[in-house]
Nanobody
Framework: QVQLVESGGGLVQPGGSLRLSCAAS????????MGWYRQTPGKQRELVAF???????TYADSVKGRCTISRDNAKNTVDLQLNSLKPEDTAVYYC??????????WGQGTQVTVSS
């Protein structure tokens, strides 16, 4: 059974930082990409960042310069470091893994709230 478990969400003040982590278990095939998405009520889920097997990352314009994604291929984990957080970063953050069959696996989501 595939399971992705996220951690690290919470309440942070504007300008603060958070580190989100996601660990996967039960995935049989190799992982092509690991990524983070976020969603707010009434809006579609949007990409925050994803990272390929070779370590090359892509970031949404809204987080460029404030965000770093990293992965550990041996452990099947992906982290997202978020800095200089803004209230508009408030959302539920989801990790997603895509394997070599192009099958997607999603985590259950972790709430990030940026507020003073």
């Amino acid at each position: 059974q595939v399971q992705l478990v996220e951690s690290g969400g919470g309440l942070v003040q504007p300008g603060g930082s958070l580190r989100l982590s996601c660990a996967a278990s039960g995935i049989t095939f190799s992982i092509l990409t690991m990524g983070w998405y976020r969603q707010t009520p009434g809006k579609q889920r949007e990409l925050v960042a994803f990272i390929r097997t070779n370590g090359i990352a892509t970031y949404a314009d809204s987080v460029k310069g404030r965000c770093t994604i990293s992965r550990d291929n041996a452990k099947n984990t992906v982290d997202l470091q978020l800095n200089s957080l803004k209230p508009e970063d408030t959302a539920v953050y989801y990790c997603k893994f895509t394997d070599t069959r192009w099958t997607d696996y999603w985590g259950q989501g972790t709430q990030v709230t940026v507020s003073s």
